[in-house]
């Protein structure tokens, strides 16, 4: 699953109408996932009212996942474009020089729908951005299917090889065969060189080989977040290494995919989402049938999943959020403290007024009530008014997080001011009815 704690790089999140303006509106479901939005409505708050208050937090581990997979597929070209470029140097010489140049033309198609995702923001992107997935998924099929026939041709040349050197006429008999000869080292990024290069070998015979540095799934994310692919590395001052070497190899992309399909696809896993039985089946024959392992396979799951949240999820997220600042498990107990110093209150006023108390002695009247009708317009309203003023707002019982997100905290300083309008006004009501009301001693 993606580290959704992660923050993000620390900067103004603005309107969709201009570069320099601040956020105007709520924000959307999309936004909210491409972590465009601050707390209380991030992703990270996002995800755990999924968790505590849907129950539902699988489907969006599963959203998050499959964008994880589009992520490891977009690190995957980028890298096997660089690979390409630091092997073949000049690309006029050499016998490999028309596939080279065939490679490095679908790369710079991809490279001009901006492969890394290095948008100029979500303003008219939604379009372009699925026109840069169509290629990458175009591209990893291509690649897989030149991967698969690469390792037939392979095979048949051994075949006929093998038996050419049988039916020879002179061909040295097993006997008179050299036992000691000795063979050329070969270096280590040699033979990962070899192994890692896609196109060249199957995914088997890459399988088989041990992998010269960790894979992409337990650290190449938490290596990109850290600035790996940015200006600030260190070598040949470009912030990638120099060597043809991959952080993310094709084994990693399958890898991926079918963790998705047996952890939330398939009948009886680990974390089942329900998805229409035509979609689930679609994805399974295109993974284990067709071998696919393209980000285009999960589209339609993706975007049933998306649509649910945004239908059922997002809008109570925003209520409990943007409209208010109290979890469930508070507004129990404000309503249950509040409902328990009424009735204090009452007593109290009751009391006072059949004993004869003088007024100033009913003065105290003025707590009870006041922190009751506190209690009730807090669960009522689900907001605190005074944590809200505050700038606080709750993420689970009792843990609370500032609120950055501009519009919100605007949103959040109306609604405390009108709610303590209310309670003032009641609370005088009440007070003035059990303070200035005749006494008679029973």
């Known amino acids: 699953m993606a580290n959704i704690n992660d923050p993000g790089p620390d900067r103004d999140f603005m309107d969709l109408d201009g570069p320099g303006e601040q956020r105007t509106r709520l924000p959307t479901l999309l936004e909210v996932l491409n972590r465009e939005t601050r707390a209380p409505v991030d992703l990270f708050s996002f995800y755990i ?27 995957y070209v980028s890298e096997f474009r660089r690979s390409v470029l630091l092997e073949t140097p000049d690309l006029d010489k050499g016998a490999g020089s028309k596939r080279s140049s065939q490679v490095l033309n679908s790369f710079d198609q991809l490279r001009n729908g901006d492969v890394n995702g290095n948008g100029a923001g979500p303003a008219g992107s939604i379009r372009s951005n699925r026109t840069q997935d169509q290629r990458l998924s175009a591209f990893l099929r291509s690649d897989n299917a030149s991967n698969h026939s690469g390792a037939a041709s392979s095979t048949d040349n051994k075949d006929s090889t093998s038996d050419s050197r049988d039916s020879s006429p ?3 008999p097993t006997a008179t065969k050299p036992t000691n000869e000795k063979r050329p080292p070969t270096s280590g990024t040699q033979r990962s060189g070899l192994t890692q290069r896609s196109g060249l070998i199957s995914d088997e015979q890459r399988a088989r080989t041990p992998p010269t540095r960790p894979s992409f799934m337990s650290s190449a994310l938490a290596a990109s977040s850290h600035g790996r692919y940015s200006s600030s590395g260190h070598g040949n001052g470009t912030g990638v290494d120099s060597t043809p070497q ?16 047996y952890t939330y696809l398939l009948a009886g896993s680990e974390r089942e989402v329900i998805l229409p039985q035509q979609i689930v089946q679609a994805i399974t024959d295109d993974i284990e049938g067709a071998g696919r392992d393209d980000p285009e396979v999960f589209d339609e799951g993706k975007e049933y999943v998306y649509q649910a949240m945004e239908r059922d999820a997002f809008p109570g997220f925003l209520r409990a959020k943007a409209l208010g600042n109290l979890v469930p498990p508070h507004l129990m107990l404000r309503l249950i403290t509040g409902l328990l110093a009424m009735f204090g209150g009452f007593w109290a006023a009751f009391i006072l007024i059949f004993t004869n108390a003088s007024r100033a002695t009913r003065c105290w009247l003025i707590l009870p009530f006041a922190f009751g009708i506190y209690s009730l317009a807090s669960h009522q309203y689900t907001l605190d008014p005074i944590i809200a003023l505050a700038g606080w707002s709750e993420l689970t019982f009792f843990k609370f997080v500032k609120v950055r997100e501009s519009f919100v905290k605007k949103i959040l300083n109306k609604r405390a001011m009108i709610v303590l309008w209310w309670i003032f006004l009641i609370t005088a009501a009440i007070c003035v009815l059990f303070i200035f009301v005749p006494g008679k001693h029973l």
């Open 49 to 75: 009212y999924m968790r505590d208050q849907q129950r539902s937090v699988d489907y969006l581990d599963f959203w998050l996942d499959v964008a994880q997979h589009l992520l490891l597929c977009r690190h």
């Open 170 to 172: 002179s061909a040295l």
């Open 246 to 261: 991959h952080t993310v190899q094709r084994a990693d992309i399958r890898a991926s995919a079918e963790k998705i399909l």
